[in-house]
């Protein structure tokens, strides 16, 4: 089973000039199906609020500062923040995540699949159910 983790990218560039970060495919943990961002979202909101059976994502702060509490099926909790535009955050299928947005934070997402209602867990009961299957299972059977 894969976990969430930073990938940073590299930069090209200097101060005087600014940077741009290149990525393809072939160098991304999946393909990019779909793209999506969000911005302007006050401080004061916490998002997220789900998971995905089997959407991954790359994550990243093209603009201020966006911090993850990603729990997996396996019960271990992570955070992570993002504040630079050249690094993304992995985050595999089966991770519960909130999300807390700077007031200027815009949120670039890299997903692996199409949008499909049926692929996301917003009830956390029914995430809660399947960290007990997890528990029940041996690690090679997810």
């Given at each position: 089973?894969?976990?969430?983790?930073?990938?940073?990218?590299?930069?090209?560039?200097?101060?005087?000039?600014?940077?741009?970060?290149?990525?393809?495919?072939s160098?991304?943990?999946?393909?990019?199906q779909?793209?999506?961002?969000?911005y302007?979202?006050?401080?004061?909101?916490?998002?997220?609020?789900?998971?995905?059976?089997?959407?991954?994502?790359?994550?990243?702060?093209?603009?201020?500062?966006?911090?993850?509490?990603?729990?997996?099926v396996?019960?271990?909790?992570?955070?992570?923040?993002?504040?630079?535009?050249?690094?993304?955050?992995?985050?595999?299928?089966?991770?519960?995540?909130?999300?807390?947005?700077?007031?200027?934070?815009?949120?670039?997402?890299?997903?692996?699949?199409?949008?499909?209602?049926?692929?996301?867990?917003?009830?956390?009961?029914?995430?809660?159910?399947?960290?007990?299957?997890?528990?029940?299972?041996?690690?090679?059977?997810?």
């Open positions: 089973m894969s976990v969430p983790r930073l990938i940073e990218f590299s930069k090209i560039g200097s101060p005087a000039l600014g940077y741009i970060t290149v990525s393809q495919n160098t991304l943990p999946f393909t990019v779909r793209v999506y961002w969000t302007y979202t006050p401080d004061s909101v916490i998002r997220g609020h789900h998971a995905h059976h089997d959407l991954e994502q790359l994550i990243f702060a093209t603009s201020g500062r966006i911090e993850f509490v990603l729990e997996g396996d019960g271990k909790t992570e955070t992570f923040v993002l504040d630079s535009p050249n690094v993304a955050l992995y985050i595999p299928k089966l991770y519960w995540r909130t999300i807390k947005f700077s007031h200027n934070a815009v949120l670039l997402c890299l997903a692996s699949l199409e949008y499909s209602e049926e692929d996301y867990i917003r009830e956390y009961a029914v995430f809660q159910a399947l960290q007990q299957q997890f528990k029940n299972l041996a690690p090679r059977q997810l």
